[in-house]
């Protein structure tokens, strides 16, 4: 079984900053692509931020500039770094990875629970 568990999430003034984690834990033959989601009240989810296996980041517009995605593969644990927020960031973030299963060989993306992050104005 494949568990992704986020944290770091919490409540900050706007122009603050917050670093969300999230770690994989389980049963996996590696890890490939790792991102962030967001979903505030009465929207949909969103892709915030990804990075790939060996690096390479993709990220939103709105957060361009802001935001920065970083992994740590020994650890198998992504990270969030959010500078600069701004109210318009609050919502429920969370963590996506897509991992290569064995027994049988196959691929499979994962959810974490979800981390609250607030910004007040």
């Known amino acids: 079984q494949v568990q992704l568990v986020e944290s770091g999430g919490g409540l900050v003034q706007a122009g603050g900053s917050l670093r969300v984690s999230c770690a994989a834990s389980?049963?996996?033959?590696?890890?490939?692509?790792m991102g962030w989601y967001r979903q505030a009240p009465g929207k949909q989810r969103e892709m915030v931020a990804s990075?790939?296996?060996?690096?390479?980041?993709n990220y939103a517009d709105s957060v361009k500039g802001r935001f920065t995605i970083s992994r740590d593969n020994a650890k198998n644990t992504v990270y969030l770094q959010m500078n600069s927020l701004e109210p318009e960031d609050t919502a429920v973030y969370y963590c996506?990875?897509?991992?290569?299963?064995?027994?049988?060989?196959?691929?499979?993306?994962?959810w974490g629970q979800g981390t609250q992050v607030t910004v007040s104005s």
């Open positions: 996506n990875a897509h991992f290569w299963l064995t027994n049988p060989l196959r691929a499979n993306d994962y």
């Open positions: 389980g049963r996996f033959l590696r890890i490939n692509a």
């Open positions: 990075i790939t296996s060996d690096g390479t980041t």
